[in-house]
């Protein structure tokens, strides 16, 4: 998706973040908002050079998608497909130590809000950006679908990376939260995915659909929302964009007395 229709979703829940706050006096223009810009027009721009060359040019199609009725039956495999594959690669980010390394960039985030998903490392980048075209340049042959069908796909994980970002309050308690939370991702849920605390309970990894972590066993929601974010204490990076490219751990806080 283009830079507009992201810009354009990150203000939005921005703004009702600031309308509607989880954290009370988080000022919507602060040091991590600007920081997290500055590396996603980075990636934006490898996106825009050596990775759009690559998604235009790999076409191999190895699976026939002629079967599938219409865009409807497309666009509901390719979300599936996309939603389901996000899931495990983030899984791997957390369980597999070296893919954490790059990974704990995003968590080392303390401020949350809807341009944290911004704030990753270029590896971490290239992995999210080999899915849509694995899937749907090498595996499946796309080639006779209608250009929306993809873009309406990976528009809806767009508006979900920030929406569960949020520094939105949500009130648990309504009918129609627990209905939604039934299904779908939102700031409560992910909140809990970035708890400092997340060695202890490291778990809500799915993007859209929560029902992954359902069912495989890696929901770790509690009643409210967890009291401070980020990572431990020597996992922590510098807090700037180049630092966490380089992967420059924070210096520890001395202890007096």
């Known amino acids: 998706m283009g830079a507009p229709f992201h810009g354009l979703i990150m203000g939005t829940f921005l703004l009702a973040g600031r309308l509607r706050s989880r954290v ?79 990974h704990r960039v995003h968590h080392c985030a303390e401020v949350l809000d809807a341009s944290t998903g911004l704030r990753m490392h270029f590896v971490d980048f290239l992995q999210l950006s080999a899915l849509p075209i694995v899937l749907f340049g090498v595996l499946l042959d796309t080639s006779s679908w209608n250009p929306a069908v993809l873009a309406t796909a990976l528009s809806i994980g767009v508006v979900f990376d920030a929406f569960q970002h949020a520094n939105l309050r949500v009130d648990t308690s ?18 809990w995915h970035h708890t400092r605390d997340g060695h202890l309970r490291d778990g809500n990894y799915s993007n859209t659909l929560i029902v992954w972590d359902r069912m495989f066993g890696t929901d770790v929601t509690g009643p409210e929302p967890p009291r401070l974010f980020g990572v431990t204490e020597g996992e922590a990076l510098i807090n700037d964009p180049l630092s966490w490219q380089l992967l420059r751990t924070r210096p520890r806080k001395q202890v007096t007395g």
């Open 24 to 102: 009370e006096g988080q000022p919507i223009i602060n040091r991590d908002l600007v920081y997290n810009i500055i590396n996603g027009i980075a990636l934006f721009a490898v996106r825009l050079t050596g990775i759009a060359w690559v998604a235009d040019h790999l076409q191999l199609g190895l699976l026939p998608t002629h079967w599938l009725p219409g865009p409807l039956a497309q666009g509901l495999l390719a979300f599936l497909l996309l939603d389901f594959s996000r899931y495990w690669l983030h899984y791997a980010g957390h369980r597999v130590p070296v893919l954490w390394s790059f």
């Open 174 to 191: 309504t009918p129609w939260f627990r209905a939604w939370n039934l299904l779908l991702n939102n700031p409560h849920f992910h909140s």
